[in-house]
Each structure stands twice: as C-alpha cells, then as structure tokens.
C-alpha cells in the first residue's frame, strides 16, 4: 500500500464547478496535511495546509481533514481555467520524519 | 524575502560525466529536501536534511549519488557516471518547523538535467 495515494486523472470539470481532489494515507498517526499545486513545467507551489479534523477555507479553496478515515480532500470553488494544473497531497508523519507526496492529480479545467 | 534558489537552472552532460547541482534554501530553514521528478511522472524523494541530524538518504536511487549540506545551509546533490536515466527535473525544497507539527516545504525552480 503506498503511503499517499491520489487518482492521478485527469479530473475534468467545467468552468465554474466544483473541482474536489481527494488523498487517502497509511500513517494513521500522521499529524500535517499539505496540498501543492504544480503547473506543467513548474516547481510545486504549497496551496494549503491543514492540521486539525474539518474544514479549512482559504478563498476559492477549502481543505478537509477525517483523520478517523485517513482522508484529506481539497475543494476549488468557482474553478478557472487557470487552476488546470496536477495537485500534489503531501503529509507529515510527525517529529522529523519527511514529508510524503502523493503522485498527484491532473485538474483540468474546461471552458 | 528570498526563495529557494537553484543552480544551475539548465545542464547538459554527457553519458559518464559527472555533476553538481546547488541549492541555497530560504534563510533560516533548518530542513533540506532533494526530488526528482523525471518528465510527466511524480516527485521522487531522494534525500532529507533536519538540522544537524543525520540526513535520510533512503530515496538514493544509487551509489551513484550523494548529497551534502555544508554549515547547515548550501546543498550540493552530486551524481557520479551520469546516465542518461538520470535525466530529470531536480527540485530542491526547504522548510521550518513554525510549530511541533508544521513542514511546509517551498520549493526552487529546478535544475533540468539531460544527460547525452
């Protein structure tokens, strides 16, 4: 079983839906969840950050932690074009063990 | 204040050759990550700096590579006898622990790697 495991896609949505990205993970002990948005021939960039169970909004996007059910999901509202890029779930075991990346999944946004 | 930077952004070698791929992290970030991500496919992790720990190198994909992190800051990742499987984006990441449970990591530009 692979620590992180995203769909790799691509997810296909139509401008201005609900795009909902979703990553499941083995460590139940793991304690920081990230979402990274990486744009074709580009370097990762980190989106959003979530610690604790529920719902974290920033903007257009909202990160949702279950940590009984091992699952993190990043929703983007009102999707744009501009969000087509492959989404990245990364998570923290705890102390200072290293960050685990999904494979990532491709958003692609239709206009 | 200023990114992760790499070095070189480019670099063309040939089959056998060896190279020096830098990075600078963001002042003050005691964490130092290397990945390569070869093209259309996911970060691979090679190897992990936390302060003055011995860094975790269980994602050397061979002897081939090794990495050091000089004064807690500067990274080189240097890959003996290049092969042209080595062939990849090389991305470096830095982060701080703001809190008992926080690793963001920021992430350089890359060094693109084609070996010949």
């Known amino acids: 079983q692979k620590e992180v495991e995203q769909n790799s896609g691509p997810l296909s949505v139509p401008e201005g839906a609900i795009a909902s990205l979703n990553c499941t993970y083995s460590d139940r002990g793991s304690q920081s969840f990230f979402w990274y948005r990486q744009y074709s021939g580009k370097s990762p960039e980190l989106i959003m950050s979530i610690y604790s169970n529920g719902d974290k909004e920033d903007g257009r996007f909202t990160a949702q932690l279950n940590k009984a059910s091992q699952y993190v999901s990043l929703l983007i509202r009102d999707s744009q074009p501009s969000d087509s890029a492959t989404y990245l779930c990364a998570v923290n075991p705890g102390g200072y063990q290293k960050v685990t990346f999904g494979i990532g999944t491709k958003l692609q946004v239709i206009p | 204040g200023a990114g992760v930077s790499q070095s070189p952004s480019n670099k063309v070698t040939e089959k056998g050759k060896d190279v020096e791929l830098r990075c600078d992290p963001i002042s003050g970030h005691t964490a130092l990550y290397w990945y390569r991500q070869s093209l259309g496919q996911g970060l691979e992790f090679l190897i992990y700096?936390?302060?003055?720990?011995?860094?975790?190198k269980s994602g050397l994909p061979s002897d081939r590579f090794s990495a050091e992190r000089t004064g807690g800051s500067v990274s080189t990742l240097t890959i003996q006898r290049t092969q042209q499987e080595d062939s990849a984006v090389y991305l470096c990441?830095?982060?701080?622990?703001?809190?008992?449970?926080?690793?963001?990591?920021?992430f350089g530009p890359g060094t693109r790697l084609t070996v010949t």
């Open positions: 700096f936390q302060g003055n720990s011995a860094p975790d």
């Open positions: 990441a830095s982060s701080a622990p703001t809190g008992r449970v926080s690793y963001e990591q920021y």
